[in-house]
């Protein structure tokens, strides 16, 4: 699973024109699932992101998670965070997850954060999406899949 997230003041996801997720100050997840993932990574990355600390505190050191500044969360799927470019200019996305599984593993995921207390908005799977985000920072971290073993 490859999640990348990026500090936001504000963020909005739009289909075919029409808002279906926004939020405030928060995080933008992008989220690519491959094959091989399992409920029990969707679960770990879920709370490796909950509990992030890349907020600034009181003294300007990042040492908040989104859950601390009662931050939202609005969580993009994205298989293209799957590609592989190391042969040729085309991307490779031999190792996207299906549709079922990465559906379903998406929604884990996005379960798994509101299960933890969070506000979560979303975009819409499968669909040709428009976000439109304010980085904050900027900041934006790539989660290790190596770490995402659940223990």
Same mark, same amino acid.
């Given at each position: 699973?490859?999640?990348?997230?990026?500090?936001?003041?504000?963020?909005?996801?739009?289909?075919?024109?029409?808002?279906?997720?926004?939020?405030?100050?928060?995080?933008?997840?992008?989220?690519?699932?491959?094959?091989?993932?399992?409920?029990?990574?969707?679960?770990?990355?879920?709370?490796?992101?909950?509990?992030?600390?890349?907020?600034?505190? $009181?003294?300007?050191?990042?040492?908040?998670? @989104?859950?601390?500044?009662?931050?939202?969360? &609005? #969580? *993009?799927?994205?298989? /293209?965070?799957?590609?592989?470019?190391?042969?040729?200019?085309?991307?490779?996305?031999?190792?996207?997850?299906?549709?079922?599984? $990465?559906?379903?593993?998406?929604?884990?995921? @996005?379960?798994?954060?509101?299960?933890?207390? &969070? #506000? *979560?908005?979303?975009? /819409?799977?499968?669909?040709?999406?428009?976000?439109?985000?304010?980085?904050?920072?900027?900041?934006?971290?790539?989660?290790?899949?190596?770490?995402?073993?659940?223990?």
């Amino acid at each position: 699973m490859r999640v990348l997230i990026q500090r936001v003041s504000r963020a909005s996801v739009r289909v075919e024109g029409a808002t279906v997720g926004s939020i405030a100050r928060g995080l933008v997840v992008f989220l690519g699932v491959e094959e091989g993932d399992d409920d029990g990574v969707a679960v770990w990355n879920a709370a490796k992101t909950a509990q992030l600390r890349i907020f600034s505190d $009181a003294d300007g050191k990042m040492n908040l998670g @989104v859950m601390d500044i009662q931050g939202e969360v &609005l #969580v *993009v799927s994205q298989f /293209t965070l799957a590609a592989s470019t190391r042969r040729g200019r085309r991307p490779s996305f031999e190792s996207a997850a299906g549709p079922e599984l $990465a559906q379903r593993l998406y929604e884990r995921f @996005v379960a798994a954060l509101r299960e933890l207390g &969070l #506000v *979560v908005a979303t975009g /819409t799977f499968r669909a040709m999406m428009e976000v439109e985000l304010t980085n904050d920072g900027p900041v934006t971290v790539m989660l290790d899949p190596k770490e995402a073993t659940p223990r």
